[in-house]
């Protein structure tokens, strides 16, 4: 494990030295996975002298199984349905609706503890990239990526320091640029590749968004 990386600052700006190519373009913004993500994501929009904001993402669990997704909301208003599992399930629409009621609520939350009152980033005809510390099932980040698609992104970009190689090959088939700076053959998880890997905290997820960075 010779290619760790510091911690996830530094890992930020060796993906954004890989990003270069996005540097100035107009209509870009910078979107972190909380929490972990956005220290990675401070660090990009810095350099490619993009606007940064949070992409929060919540999970839509069949009542009967939580853990089994029925679909994703995410930041902006944006929803995915798996209509494939839905048409094979007995899930009455206003049992659909309840738990989109309660997931958007709570991603409500969220967000206004990150951003307060202020609003979403645009990313409709944007270009968007979407910035985590890292795959490892890639299951957030296809949830992300699903959401976002419906919101009408002008071009969507994954960027990762490091993924197993499934989740990036998965992640990499859905959008139309992935960056991800390893894919070791052993992935255990996240935090190996990371010499330094401490919780990011709320408090310093708003304190980064509270910077400008462009």
């Known amino acids: 494990m010779d290619r760790q990386f510091e911690h996830r600052r530094a ?30 994501a401070y660090e990009i929009a810095l350099a490619l002298h993009a606007p940064l904001d949070v992409l929060l993402v919540r999970k839509l669990g069949f009542p009967y199984h939580p853990e089994l997704a029925m679909g994703a909301i995410a930041s902006g208003g944006a929803q995915v349905l798996n209509q494939r599992l839905l048409h094979g399930s ?95 053959a052993s992935f255990n998880s996240v935090g190996q590749w990371y010499r330094q890997f401490p919780q990011v905290s709320d408090e310093e997820v708003c304190t980064l968004l509270s910077h400008p960075c462009h």
């Open 90 to 184: 007995d899930i009455t629409p206003a049992q659909i609706q309840m738990v989109v009621q309660r997931e958007t609520a709570e991603l409500a939350r969220r967000e206004t503890v990150y951003r307060g009152q202020a609003q979403p980033l645009e990313v409709a005809d944007h270009t968007v990239i979407v910035v985590d510390d890292g795959l490892a099932t890639g299951a957030t980040m296809a949830a992300a990526v699903s959401a976002l698609r419906s919101l009408q992104p002008r071009r969507l970009v994954v960027a990762v320091p490091v993924g197993s190689q499934e989740a990036a090959r998965r992640i990499a088939a859905q959008v139309d640029d992935f960056v991800c700076l390893i894919t070791p």
């Open 11 to 40: 890992a930020g700006k060796a993906l954004a030295n890989a990003l270069m190519t996005y540097r100035d373009q107009p209509r870009l913004v910078v979107l972190g996975l909380p929490r972990g993500g956005v220290p990675i």
